[in-house]
């Protein structure tokens, strides 16, 4: 009888010695976050951003973790930065000063189209949040748009509307537009992009593309020259 009660206790010790802990989600897992947690932090380093109107199972689950969040990324030496009135929250990279930290995040190489389809799309949200709406734009304003820095005496039309289309798809690989359901030429901004560029960085983008429009910069090499890309 005691023999018998004995084993009874040992083998619910080795049962509990080798229950799988709740948050281990596959073999081999030794992850300490719940897997709702873990879907946040995946989806803020895939990028660009946690958007709170778009992913609203996930935005309340980031706020309630945010803490332990933040603390996985200044592991990475990032930077965890949050708009909670427009709910959204990316990550980039920590400053590190004279540290050498890796980088885990690349940098983006902006061509002339690029930013100047960044800046259009960066005014646009300026202009929805005053309406208290979300940012929507077309191809063809975007074309329109950017035909107005198109070079004086240029023939190539066709061209200068396919480097374009090429940042537009450049964007939407970074999630900055998302294509609107049903509609091949609509597309959302994604908040984050304010969030990118601040508001003193934008006023001296815009100057800088006032004075090529006025004549005072002549070419793309000039405007890359004077500090344009990155």
Not at 16 to 38: K, S, Y
Not at 62 to 74: H, K, M, Q, V
Not at 119 to 138: C, D, I, M, N
Request: net charge negative; charged share 30%; hydrophobic share 40%.
């Amino acid at each position: 009888m005691n023999w018998s009660e004995n084993t009874t206790q040992e083998n619910i010790s080795e049962s509990q010695d080798i229950a799988v802990p709740e948050n281990n989600l596959f073999t081999g897992d030794t992850g300490e976050l719940a897997l709702d947690t873990r879907q946040a932090l995946v989806l803020l380093l895939s990028g660009p951003s946690l958007d709170g109107q778009r992913h609203t199972k996930l935005w309340p689950i980031f706020l309630r973790d945010e803490g332990i969040i933040r603390r996985r990324l200044a592991d990475l030496f990032l930077e965890l930065v949050i708009d909670r009135d427009l709910q959204v929250a990316f990550t980039r990279q920590a400053d590190t000063g004279d540290l050498e930290a890796p980088r885990l995040l690349r940098r983006t190489h902006l061509t002339f189209i690029d930013s100047l389809l960044l800046l259009f799309l960066r005014e646009q949200l300026t202009r929805a949040e005053t309406h208290g709406g979300r940012a929507v734009v077309s191809r063809d304003e975007i074309i329109e748009n950017l035909n107005l820095y198109e070079r004086a005496g240029n023939t190539d039309k066709a061209g200068f509307t396919k480097r374009i289309d090429a940042s537009i798809e450049k964007i939407k690989k970074h999630n900055i537009l998302q294509k609107i359901r049903a509609s091949d030429n609509r597309f959302e901004v994604s908040p984050a992009l304010k969030l990118l560029f601040s508001a003193e960085e934008i006023i001296a983008l815009t100057k800088l593309y006032q004075r090529m429009l006025a004549g005072e910069i002549l070419n793309e090499q000039e405007l890359i020259s004077d500090g344009e890309e990155e």
